[in-house]
T-cell receptor, first 114, second 117 residues
Framework: KQEVTQIPAALSVPEGENLVLNCSFT??????LQWFRQDPGKGLTSLLL?????REQTSGRLNASLDKSSGRSTLYIAASQPGDSATYLC?????????????FGTGTRLTIIP | DAGVIQSPRHEVTEMGQEVTLRCKPI?????LFWYRQTMMRGLELLIY????????DSGMPEDRFSAKMPNASFSTLKIQPSEPRDSAVYFC???????????????FGEGSRLTVL
């Protein structure tokens, strides 16, 4: 059974700093990996999707990497801003099932200090 | 596009009452998911539809839960009778599927927060 872990559960950093969020998974037979952002009382917003054949994806100040063999993904946020404060979740799609069998991590709650 | 639309946003009900949650997926998407989020268990997939057909309902907790998708633009999740342990945020998500596996990004609604007293 796939298990997805995100450590730390919470992180506070000063505005302007670069930061890395971590996601690890136990079964490397994945279809894809997605990073989501969740604001309090809101739904999830997809940030980046990495297919299993890819190593990384970039969108603006965000860069996500994937290392299937070690079961790890990182989300790099450059030049952090207070608006980046949210909970970030990673989700792993099972091979041959894609998004049908997503396993979510419990998230990292990020606070950017002005 | 308006995104995935869910209603109601908040529902407070008493134990034993029927609860119906509604979802309108993004136009053109052919896959629809119902998730439940709690502090203890995180996000859990309840059921998944593809082209209006339920594909996997193994996550539905028990017979008190049922879901329907009568057409491509509407789905319901019903709980009857409701219990306090059903209190959670219920999310609907949609995506585009090409072939067997769901390949596109998931787009989530803002959720329906259910409280069962």
């Amino acid at each position: 059974k796939q298990e997805v872990t995100q450590i730390p559960a919470a992180l506070s950093v000063p505005e302007g700093e670069n930061l890395v969020l971590n996601c690890s998974f136990t079964d490397s037979a994945i279809y894809n990996l997605q990073w989501f952002r969740q604001d309090p009382g809101k739904g999830l917003t997809s940030l980046l999707l990495i297919q299993s054949s890819q190593r990384e994806q970039t969108s603006g100040r965000l860069n996500a990497s994937l290392d299937k063999s070690s079961g790890r993904s990182t989300l790099y946020i450059a030049a952090s801003q207070p608006g980046d404060s949210a909970t970030y979740l990673c989700a792993v799609g099972r091979a041959n099932f894609g998004n049908e069998k997503l396993t979510f991590g419990t998230g990292t709650r990020l606070t950017i200090i002005p | 596009d308006a995104g995935v639309i869910q209603s109601p946003r908040h529902e407070v009900t008493e134990m034993g009452q029927e609860v119906t949650l509604r979802c309108k997926p993004i136009s053109g998407h052919n896959s629809l998911f119902w998730y439940r989020q709690t502090m203890m268990r995180g996000l859990e997939l309840l059921i998944y539809f593809n082209n209006n057909v339920p594909i996997d309902d193994s996550g539905m907790p028990e017979d008190r839960f049922s879901a329907k998708m009568p057409n491509a633009s509407f789905s319901t999740l019903k709980i009857q009778p409701s219990e306090p342990r059903d209190s959670a945020v219920y999310f609907c998500a949609s995506s585009w599927t090409s072939g067997r596996a769901v390949t596109g990004e998931l787009f989530f609604g803002e959720g329906s927060r259910l409280t069962v007293l």
